[in-house]
């Protein structure tokens, strides 16, 4: 689907006129309480004060901001509710409306409480749902203001929220720009299944799924990262709901949790106009040191001699030759090049938003448009949105509302070209080549007369081999292209009746969700340097889908007055989600010129490896919540709820489900033997039970279908049964137990909140189970087979050490305990993967009652220094002796391999003590789980001007496996390595950790300890320092407010990890995943000068 942009923004600047031209007056003046709010000190008039009006039971009817001049208008829904004027830096100010209808607020000067500045608020938490306020919450459930996050130089909120929410653990995908990151919210809850959480917009679902069998070669998670379709500056406020009885009120696509973010909406008053701009200049950190040209020409001939026997032939192998009488090659192979560094730039990064925000009593408006370009520090990336947003509020009357989104995005990502269509993605990732390409090569080619030419040294083939194992990094990220565009549109509208004032309260909201996407890559012939009639020359992409979805819900909002010391919110809400997708995708190669990139021209297809391919799919899901909340004396609090989901990708007999939920919260501090304890403001406990669901990835597993094969046979392809009919496939379900305690002191100066949690999946859906054959069918494409646990504990910390007239320091800390344990697996899914014979592969198996993402090894001891060290001991520490009286040597999987062990080669502990390393010696190495997470930072201000916040982030405990280390220090091929192999084993007698060089031969980089690390690490987040300018200087401008901003990002990490980055995750939703740090981007050290203005 496409969209014009210039057309889309002539119609909303037409939207805009119209809606700013409003100037409405209350239709009822007895209706309209007005004033204004000035400094009770300078008795100058203070913009933007917020006046709220609250029922009884502190409910948030409506609210407005004060103008320029301090003066306010708002249409009261009660003269029994009151108005609760406040603003940060004075003390907040409640008032009775009764028969008054016009106010002068005297606002007095204090510090800023840490109620306003950090966490949850005071008004109700807007989940789409009931509307609770925050202390009667009976879920775990956190609430960011987006503004403590807006001076971080980040495409997506939920990079700005990596370690500031307990029990959130979020990483980066990579540190290119447009990678996307992964959340998971108490740890990972299925294995094939999704993880991630559910994200809801302005109270519906903001959803990016992807068909089946849909791949653009790199549109794995990185590549549909959800929220970088969200602007941050149009964020207001950003809630998540962590336990399973607050996320089953979202039904099956929230088991994992749900992010909910609150946009920016209109206010009473003159039109505002808001501008900010960020500014930011990314650098590399330290890369991995490399062998420059002369040391990997001395090693390469070493391993080639320590295999062979004899010297490396330099007649034949004239990249080694180094004679001056063969110009072209003593040129082109006589260099001492870096090439991290040569695809290596600096990174800058520039974004403008602008917003247009007014409105009058009955029209409002917020509107929009924002534009970020970033250029990555790897040669070839970018990303870069346009994104354009109109929020409209208008009140019909006393009793009927109605809001207009719409919200478009505009996105477009630049990667460097991997293998098309979902082949290898990390064995040819640029960077990884970069790191190991021949020092000696020269980036520019060099002529037979031994002058420098402008075209790329791209030669078909050179000792270290050919494309795809070895290319020109630079010509790679030179040519080579590999694009994705985005346009998404998402209109939401949304109707609102008193159909009882003051009771029944009925809303209806329906969105329209338009996604397009388009990926194109082209592999040109000068990239590679392979000849033209390759399938790998001239190679063009083009895939592009494009996703609807139409989602509505309509609730029921009950809210009897049942008496001062009794409250009850009950809710009935039904909603239905469809989706439907188209996906086209073509792969070709041979166009007849490296101009020609598209497909679509005359081109080469009929090989294997090259595909024409179109699909389409459609689902539904509809859902039912019963849900209420009765409260007594505001200190009991029950709430219980009872969620209805069907989804069309289970059969009939189990496409319906229920899923119920209980929770409840005692405010021990407003019992009567806590009076006397009046530095307690709140002592709550919480605790709740709730199930919710997970329908399987796919849309029509359950069918039996049939597929083509794909070889040919008398000139016809034939067909076979693909998948039988899943009748009994069931609902993945997680039952979920939380026991929490909100905790708030000293006139809420410290603030703790506290989770205990244990949640369970049972039915775990898996994947493309292999059955016998006899059946006629290759695999199940679903399957219930497990059990998995997730259990922990979290623990939130907000404090303000200090305060007086000037000076305020905060201080907050998060903690947050996951523990991931497979419990059940099912005896006919095969439970292991990898194959430990070769190097460089692990053994990783799910094995019960060890977490998910656990890998096992040979444990690697050392180097084995003479001869002598390798011969074959016993428990007791005797040479074994053959059956001939012969002394034994240590030997690699005998009689299938049958090595013996050399001096020089890495020595693996024989666990079992038969002189023979095998199967039988593999042990478990570790898991890529976290076994602690969260961060903190002081923030100190001073007169409401200064500002220095202080931002760190952990994660501890937890194994990754060192690729890069891995594939540089192997010396196996001919490929460069790092300088840690300086100190290799070359002569008996050495002692060493670093295994000899050998050239194709040995099992010195076996999947073993050797290469796991623990990637425990404190990272200095963040330094951010801003200014807010004076009230005098402001008015000399004629600006509401002006902030400039200072912002340092991932200044220095502390870690014992040595790859360049510890933040690895698992990625994805393989059921064997491990993290393996492969070279990918790390992230990026970032500074940024920023400004913000309101006018």
């Known amino acids: 689907m496409k969209y014009n942009i210039t057309n889309l923004l002539y119609s909303f600047s037409f939207v805009l006129i119209f809606f700013t031209s409003f100037q409405l007056s209350a239709q009822s003046s007895e209706q309209v309480v007005r004033g204004q709010v000035i400094d009770a000190g300078t008795k100058e008039p203070i913009l933007g004060a917020t006046i709220i009006e609250q029922d009884a039971e502190n409910r948030t009817i409506t609210g407005v901001v004060t103008d320029f001049d301090g003066n306010f208008a708002i249409r009261i829904k009660s003269t029994n509710n009151k108005l609760v004027i406040s603003t940060i830096g004075y003390a907040t100010q409640v008032f009775e409306i009764g028969s008054k209808r016009n106010f002068a607020v005297e606002m007095v000067e204090k510090i800023e409480g840490l109620d306003e500045i950090v966490i949850t608020g005071s008004k109700g938490s807007d989940d789409g749902l009931l509307n609770i306020a925050n202390r009667n919450l009976t879920t ?16 997506s909120i939920d ?7 307990p029990g959130v653990d979020i990483t980066a995908n990579s540190g290119d720009p447009g990678a996307g990151m992964q959340i998971r919210i108490r740890g990972t809850s299925s294995i094939t299944g999704s993880s991630d959480p559910l994200i809801v917009v302005d109270g519906m679902p903001y959803e990016t799924s992807i068909p089946e069998d849909f791949n653009f070669g790199t549109a794995d998670q990185q590549g549909y990262a959800a929220l970088l379709n969200v602007a941050p500056a149009d964020i207001e406020s950003i809630t998540i709901l962590k336990d399973a009885a607050a996320t089953a009120m979202w039904g099956a696509r929230a088991a994992s949790g749900v992010l909910i973010i609150n946009t920016k909406r209109g206010a009473v008053g003159a039109p505002k106009i808001g501008y900010s701009f960020t500014g930011t200049v990314q650098k590399m950190p330290n890369t991995i040191p490399m062998l420059s040209g002369d040391q990997y020409s001395q090693l390469i001939p070493e391993a080639y001699m320590n295999r062979t026997g004899t010297p490396l032939n330099t007649l034949t192998v004239k990249e080694f030759q180094y004679d001056p009488q063969e110009v072209y090659y003593y040129k082109n192979y006589g260099n001492n090049t870096d090439w991290v560094d040569a695809i290596t730039q600096t990174g800058l990064t520039g974004e403008h938003n602008i917003s247009l925000q007014g409105g009058g ?30 929020n409209l509020d208008y009140v019909v009357s006393d009793r009927i509302r109605f809001k207009a989104d719409i919200s478009y995005t505009h996105s477009s990502t630049d990667r460097n070209y991997v293998n098309s269509f979902g082949e290898s993605r990390d064995r040819d990732r640029l960077r990884s080549v970069a790191y190991v390409k021949m020092p000696n090569m020269s980036i520019y080619e060099y002529d037979d007369l031994g002058d420098i030419t402008p075209n790329y040294f791209s030669p078909a083939q050179n000792i270290q081999g050919q494309y795809s194992g070895t290319y020109n990094p630079v010509a790679m990220a030179e040519f080579a292209t590999n694009n994705q565009v985005g346009e998404r549109i998402v209109p939401h509208f949304n109707l609102k009746v008193d159909l009882v004032p003051d009771r029944l309260i009925s809303t209806f909201d329906i969105q329209y969700d338009f996604n397009s996407t388009k990926a194109k890559s082209f592999l040109p012939q000068n990239a590679t340097g392979r000849p033209f009639t390759e399938t790998v020359v001239n190679r063009a992409s083009d895939a592009d889908v494009d996703a609807t979805s139409i989602t509505t819900k309509t609730n029921f909002i009950y809210t009897p007055h049942l008496g001062e010391k009794h409250s009850l919110q009950s809710i009935l809400s039904l909603q239905s989600n469809d989706f439907r997708y188209e996906s086209h995708q073509a792969l070709t190669s041979n166009t007849a010129s490296s101009l020609l990139t598209d497909p679509s021209v005359p081109s080469r297809t009929q090989n294997s490896d090259l595909q024409l391919y179109t699909n389409n799919s459609q689902s539904r899901n509809v859902g039912a919540l019963i849900n209420a909340q009765y409260g007594y004396d505001d200190r009991y ?6 969620r209805a989901d069907g989804n069309s990708k289970f059969g009939p007999d189990n496409r319906y489900a229920l899923f119920p939920s209980i929770s409840t919260r005692w ?14 403001d709140d002592f709550s406990v919480r605790a709740s039970l709730g199930q919710s669901g997970r329908a399987p990835r796919y849309d029509y597993r359950y069918f039996n279908y049939y597929s083509n094969y794909p070889t040919e046979y008398l000139g016809s392809n034939g067909v076979y049964p693909a998948n039988i009919q899943l009748n009994n496939l069931r609902w993945e379900t997680l039952t979920g137990k939380n026991l929490g305690f909100n905790i708030q002191l000293f006139d809420k100066r410290v603030m703790m909140d506290i989770d205990l949690y244990q949640n369970r999946t049972k039915d775990l859906l898996f994947e493309n189970i ?10 199940l494409s679903d399957q219930n087979v497990g059990v998995l646990d997730n259990q922990g504990w979290e623990i939130g910390l907000y404090t303000t050490p200090f305060k007086n007239d000037k000076w305020m320091i905060d201080f907050n800390f998060n903690i947050s305990r996951n523990e991931n344990i497979i419990r059940e697996i099912s005896e006919f899914y095969p439970n292991e993967s990898g194959n430990i014979d070769r190097n460089g592969e692990y053994k990783r198996f799910l094995q019960v009652d060890n977490p998910f993402g656990s890998f096992y090894g040979y444990k690697f001891k050392g180097v084995y220094s003479d001869l002598e060290s390798t011969k074959a001991v016993d428990a007791n520490g005797n040479v074994i002796v053959g059956p001939n009286g012969q002394e034994v040597y240590m030997r690699f999987n005998y009689p299938n391999i049958d090595y013996t062990f050399q001096p020089g080669d890495a020595i693996y502990e024989d666990i079992n003590k038969d002189g023979n390393i095998d199967s039988r010696d593999i042990v478990y190495l570790g898991n890529s789980n976290p076994k602690f997470t969260g961060g903190f930072g002081p923030s100190f201000s001073y007169n409401k001007q200064f500002k220095l916040q202080l931002f760190f982030t952990y994660r501890l405990d937890y194994d990754i496996i060192n690729g890069t280390d891995m594939i540089t220090t192997n010396m196996y091929g001919f490929d460069n390595q790092s300088t840690a192999v300086l100190s290799r084993w070359r002569n008996p007698g050495d002692v060493t950790d670093m295994p000899r060089a050998i050239y194709r031969g040995g099992y010195n980089w076996l999947g073993s300890s050797r290469y796991v690390e623990d990637a425990s690490f404190l990272r200095f987040r963040s330094a951010t320092f801003s200014y807010n300018f004076g009230k005098n200087f402001l008015k000399s401008l004629k600006l509401d407010d002006l902030n400039l901003y200072f912002t340092a990002d991932n200044i220095y990490t502390f870690t014992k990890y040595r790859g360049q980055d510890p933040e690895v995750n698992m990625r ?3 059921p064997f995943g491990i993290a393996i740090d492969n070279s990918r981007t790390p992230p990026t050290r970032r500074f940024t000068l920023g400004l913000r203005t309101r006018f």
């Open 361 to 390: 009593e009955r029209a409002r408006y917020y509107s929009s448009v924002g534009y970020y370009n970033s250029k990555g520090v790897t040669k070839g990336t970018a990303y870069e949105r346009l994104n354009g947003r109109l």
């Open 1068 to 1070: 994805g939703g393989d």
């Open 667 to 680: 405010r021990v501090s407003g019992e009567k033997f806590m009076e006397h304890l009046n530095w307690v």
């Open 637 to 642: 609090l029950i709430n219980v709820g009872l």
């Open 140 to 155: 775990s459930v956190v609430t960011v203001k987006a503004s403590d996050l807006q001076n971080t130089q980040a495409a």
């Open 770 to 779: 292999d059955i016998t054959t006899i059946s006629g069918y290759p695999r």
């Open 159 to 165: 990079e700005a929220l990596q370690g500031r929410v």
